[in-house]
T-cell receptor, first 115, second 113 residues
Framework: EAQVTQNPRYLITVTGKKLTVTCSQNMNHEYMSWYRQDPGLGLRQIYYSMNVEVTDKGDVPEGYKVSRKEKRNFPLILESPSPNQTSLYFC??????????????FGNGTRLTVT | AQSVTQPDIHITVSEGASLELRCNYSYGATPYLFWYVQSPGQGLQLLLKYFSGDTLVQGIKGFEAEFKRSQSSFNLRKPSVHWSDAAEYFCAARNTGGFKTIFGAGTRLFVKA
């Protein structure tokens, strides 16, 4: 089954404790992206990647890192989480080969709470 | 700046009634347009998309959307709402030839019996 898998689904942590949210897709998609969803703000892009070893900042990259060492994986790293990073996070992927009208495929989300 | 606006934060309709969710976009040229649905605890799922041609687009679950260039709108409609349609709906846009997708703030749909 074609899917984007995020782990964990729920995460509670304390300020300053490094964490990683994993994302994996099995559709051989070139494009992968991380979003955060906050009430009234919709989805805002954190980072995206057009292919292996190619990553770039989105609209709200501060406090986050990503890597794209393999095509299928795109982990999101919070080196020193802060309470304002409490949010619902989504990983998404899309095919570049099918053209820019190809839709995003989303994971089920990771709800992060930073205390 | 490019933007997508969903004017309604939430909408309540009775089961069986018709539904229209509004979406307006601001782009230099007509973008690709998408509607996604997010059920509780789930990721976003594509309902339909518009990229060219017929301005009335059919999607899954009985939804349709109409692209109106003169109004910069892409409103989502359904003739008869079911209780299972209760969810949050996001309109999104992407430049032709690009891959950055901009989302609206979402409209939460409540369905009453």
């Amino acid at each position: 089954e074609a899917q984007v898998t995020q782990n964990p689904r729920y995460l509670i942590t304390v300020t300053g404790k490094k964490l990683t949210v994993t994302c994996s897709q099995n559709m051989n998609h070139e494009y992968m992206s991380w979003y955060r969803q906050d009430p009234g703000l919709g989805l805002r892009q954190i980072y995206y990647s057009m292919n292996v070893e190619v990553t770039d900042k989105g609209d709200v990259p501060e406090g986050y890192k990503v890597s794209r060492k393999e095509k299928r994986n795109f982990p999101l790293i919070l080196e020193s989480p802060s309470p304002n990073q409490t949010s619902l996070y989504f990983c998404a992927s899309s095919s570049l080969r099918q053209g820019s009208d190809s839709p995003l495929h989303f994971g089920n989300g990771t709800r992060l709470t930073v205390t | 700046a490019q933007s997508v606006t969903q004017p309604d934060i939430h909408i309540t309709v009775s089961e069986g009634a018709s539904l229209e969710l509004r979406c307006n976009y601001s782009y230099g040229a007509t973008p690709y347009l998408f509607w996604y649905v997010q059920s509780p605890g789930q990721g976003l799922q594509l309902l339909l998309k518009y990229f060219s041609g017929d301005t009335l687009v059919q999607g899954i679950k009985g939804f349709e959307a109409e692209f109106k260039r003169s109004q910069s709108s892409f409103n989502l409609r359904k003739p008869s709402v079911h209780w299972s349609d209760a969810a949050e709906y996001f309109c999104a846009a992407r430049n032709t030839g690009g891959f950055k997708t901009i989302f609206g703030a979402g409209t939460r749909l409540f369905v009453k019996a």
